[in-house]
């Protein structure tokens, strides 16, 4: 993460982020809602302020970079917006336990300033999903989610100016990836993943307009070239494809159009398998070896290593480290940000990483967070039901083979699909306390 990639000269990002933020401070008088500001102005804050990299990612204070340093005024400020009470709320407790269990490893580890770090990412996450939840109760949620697709502008923007800019970036293998000037493939791949969240979320949008959005995420992830985020995509974008046509289907022919349009994705996904068979071919070999390459480290081959970029080879380390270690490095792990100095680089996947880092008990955590949202997305009984719970499943696919929680980004992202799953069960509550009420009468 700390290599250094091409990014654009100021005088083109300025005039890209300043248009953006007009049309936010429009979208900000149009809601005249304190969490929706916050929210708005925070998420173009974040997106902008990550395209000057050169200059915000390096350490100015106490070894904090400025891009965490406005992070931590990003909390306060939230904090302060959504209001004491609200960060009581139950719903968190599942993000608290896990908190108070990074905050032990690091005390234990003495981690200190890597335990702050991975707390303060954590609250931020908390306060995204808090404002954006109670932004919605006040203004519903497809005005919300029609003002944030409108920051989303600047990060595909200035992905497409970079193609005839020839800003890319290429890995040693040779591999290009058009990226709009962010440090890191993850980053915008986990925006334009966002961008796919926003369409799924805006029921009201037409058929042309979704397929449209559809189309653009799925340029902007394939000039990223980042196959995780592709992967995670696969599930939440047929979906919605699917379900667009299915609704303008009348419901008598319904089930034989969900078997058609089940058939052609099938082939969709061959096909685009089939033209990004290098990309991919790593997939296939990985289900064709299947438990063979569940192995101690030393037993990988050259070629078991070379898979998913290292992927698997790297995991293998990790929890070889981690059965090594003594019973508290196995309850609480070695420490948050462990890996550093030990290993060439981090996990790649977020359930190993915790693994390593937080122990059982962090895992038990992360997953008892992942676990009880997607059990409150299939409680949602409206049609809106079965695009969120694709986007849950993107969600974990994201977090298996890199670090969907551990960036800003990723940090947004899962707030805004825990405030819609809040808010969408929320009016499923409300409509059954209705109903209850309906009946005893």
């Known amino acids: 993460m700390e290599e250094q990639v091409p990014s654009f000269p100021i005088y083109v990002t300025l005039p890209v982020w300043g248009v953006v933020l007009l049309f936010v401070l429009v979208r900000v008088w149009y809601l005249r809602e304190s969490c929706a500001t916050f929210l ?124 005839p800019w020839e800003l890319k970036t290429t890995s040693p293998d040779g591999t290009t990836f058009y990226i709009g000037g962010y440090q890191h493939q993850q980053s915008l791949s986990i925006i334009l993943l966002t961008f796919l969240f926003i369409t799924c979320f805006s029921p009201s949008l037409g058929l042309l307009e979704s397929y449209g959005r559809l189309v653009i995420v799925a340029a902007g992830l394939a000039l990223a070239n980042y196959r995780t985020a592709v992967l995670a995509a696969a599930v939440p974008a047929s979906t ?25 994705t099938v082939f969709v996904f061959v096909g685009v398998g089939t033209l990004a068979r290098e990309r991919f071919a790593d997939l296939g070999t990985t289900l064709d070896k299947g438990a063979s390459l569940i192995k101690p480290a030393e037993h990988f081959t050259a070629e078991d290593k070379r898979l998913f970029s290292g992927r698997l080879y790297l995991w293998s380390q990790y929890i070889e480290a981690f059965l090594d270690g003594d019973i508290v490095n196995i309850l609480v792990g070695f420490g948050p940000d462990a ?8 996990a790649h996947n977020t359930f190993i990483s915790y693994l390593y880092e937080f122990g059982l008990f962090g895992l038990a955590g992360l997953v008892w967070i992942l676990s009880s949202n997607f059990l409150t997305a299939l409680r949602v009984r409206d049609n809106r039901r079965l695009v969120l719970v694709a986007c849950h499943i993107g969600f974990i696919v994201l977090n298996l083979a890199t670090m969907g929680i551990w960036t800003l980004e990723g940090a947004v992202l899962y707030g805004l699909l825990l405030s819609q799953t809040w808010y969408l069960d929320a009016i499923r509550a409300v409509r059954s306390d209705t109903h209850r009420g309906f009946v005893r009468r």
């Open 40 to 163: 708005l102005l925070a998420t173009w804050f974040r997106y902008g302020i990550a395209t000057f990299h050169q200059y915000t990612y390096p350490p100015v204070v106490l070894g904090l970079s400025v891009i965490a340093l406005t992070s931590i005024v990003v909390v306060a400020v939230g904090c302060l917006v959504v209001g004491g009470r609200n960060l009581l709320l139950r719903r968190l407790i599942p993000i608290y336990i896990t908190i108070l269990v990074v905050l032990v490893s690091a005390i234990t580890n003495q981690r200190w300033i890597e335990g702050v770090n991975a707390t303060f990412k954590w609250l931020y996450l908390i306060v995204f999903a808090l404002a954006a939840h109670h932004a919605m109760r006040r203004r519903g949620s497809e005005p919300i989610f029609r003002s944030l697709a409108v920051i989303l502008a600047g990060p595909v923007v200035l992905q497409w100016l970079s193609v």
């Open 339 to 346: 890996w550093v100095g030990r290993f060439t680089t981090y």
């Open 240 to 264: 919605l494809a699917v379900s667009k046509l299915v609704e303008r289907v009348v419901p008598k022919q319904r089930g034989i159009v969900v078997v058609f349009l089940a058939v052609v």
